[in-house]
């Protein structure tokens, strides 16, 4: 064998080996980076049905289902809900260590109004409701609707009346989570039996003709709706010291009373002038010892009298009249001075009472019938009090009244 050969050879091989090494080497590092893919060019579709898809979870598997190449790639945040009334927003983000990068915003929606229809079940209303009150109603009889009185509005409205049914209808407002309109049915308006309004029937002061009647039965029952407009009085009979008086209210037609009540009148004091303690009634201010005080003053009488008139007494009936009224003043002064004396009623005044005084009107006389007058008084004992918040606090009205006759 050729020695020398072998060893050129071997010399060539070792001389081409790291040449082709380096070649290799030299190949690995001219290879570019690849690109990762942003999220924008594989998401087209933006938008999700708030209707269908509402919270963080599912918007996000409603981005992957239809981007099947992103699905395990891509996380989400800043998540915020749809209502009604705004749109709701997510912001998918690529994950670290994938071929994706880069954020998509994401539009959620609104949600579809409901109908006030499917809410509002219950859609009458009483008969007296008003356009004021009719969206207070509604919401009282469906108070688990979750309808708000800022939901709605009045559209239009009809009121009810007697024996006629109105209507409203109810639309929801601008910015409501609800849409629609509902129409309300407000029942017919039923007349209202006097019977069942007028349970006080006994008037127990003096009255003296038809209008006064009907505003102390007003007075007695709370029913201040009670006016010649609705009702009339009829058979009035004026009470007497011997009978008493009566009337019948009876409703007018065409309004919302219906039938008719007997009144009765109590007969009148047999005294001319008396303190009835019921009608008294005390102040907050005062102390309850004044209806004790009064109570005292009830038995004080002047009788009615008829009295016949001297031909001078009636061409001068005024000045009689004047006298007849000093008269009576007197007596009465007179009974208030002596009662004080009774029962250490003057311990109590000088505790509680400035002074006492009478006060009396006299009316002008009235022509009953030919040669006979009606002098008619009305007189008032005062009571100036001690206490300092006020000075007249309680007091009682009462008349007499005199016939003369020539």
């Keep these: 064998m050729n020695f020398k050969k072998i060893l050129s050879s071997i010399s060539l091989l070792a001389v081409a080996v790291p040449s082709a090494l380096s070649v290799v080497a030299c190949g690995a590092k001219e290879d570019k980076a690849i690109p990762k893919i942003e999220l924008d060019t594989v998401i087209k579709d933006k938008e999700v049905d708030g209707n269908i898809v509402n919270d963080a979870d599912k918007v996000l598997q409603e981005i992957e289902a239809k981007n099947a190449e992103v699905k395990g790639a ?96 109810l639309g929801a407002t601008k910015n409501s989570k609800f849409t629609g309109q509902v129409v309300i049915e407000i029942t017919a308006q039923e007349k209202i039996s006097l019977e069942s309004v007028l349970t006080n ?42 009978e008493e008086g009566s009337a019948v209210i009876v409703a007018k037609p065409e309004n919302k009373f219906v039938g008719q009540v007997e009144i009765t009148i109590e007969k009148k004091d047999q005294y001319g002038i008396g303190i009835t303690v019921k009608r008294i009634k005390e102040s907050p201010t005062m102390p309850s010892g004044w209806m004790n005080f009064f109570k005292y003053y009830q038995d004080q009488f002047i009788e009615s ?13 005024d000045k009689y009249a004047e006298e007849i009224t000093n008269q009576v003043l007197g007596q009465a002064m007179k009974f208030v001075q002596e009662k004080e004396k009774y029962w250490g009623l003057e311990e109590f005044r000088d505790q509680y009472v400035d002074r006492i005084e009478l006060e009396f009107n006299k009316e002008d006389p009235i022509l009953l019938k030919k040669e006979e007058y009606k002098i008619s008084f009305q007189s008032k004992i005062v009571i100036y009090s001690k206490v300092p918040t006020g000075t007249i606090w309680l007091h009682n009205f009462y008349n007499l009244s005199y016939i003369v006759q020539n």
């Design 74 to 169: 891509v996380t989400i945040k800043d998540f915020k809900a749809a209502t009604q009334l705004q749109v709701g927003s997510a912001v998918i983000v690529a994950k670290p260590d994938t071929k994706f990068t880069g954020e998509v915003s994401i539009t959620i929606k609104t949600l579809a109004k409901t109908q006030l229809s499917d809410v509002l079940k219950n859609k009458e209303v009483d008969g007296d409701t008003t356009e004021a009150t009719v969206v207070d109603q509604v919401l009282k009889n469906n108070s688990d609707s979750n309808v708000q009185k800022t939901d709605l509005q009045v559209v239009e409205f009809k009121p009810a009346g007697l024996g006629v049914q109105g209507s409203a209808v």
């Design 201 to 242: 029937r006994k008037v127990t002061i003096e009255i003296t003709n038809p209008d006064d009647l009907l505003v102390e039965v007003a007075k007695l029952n709370n029913r201040f709706d009670l006016t010649k407009d609705v009702v009339d009085v009829k058979n009035f009979v004026v009470s007497s010291e011997q």
């Design 305 to 317: 009298k008829t009295v016949i008139l001297s031909k001078e007494q009636e061409n001068n009936i």
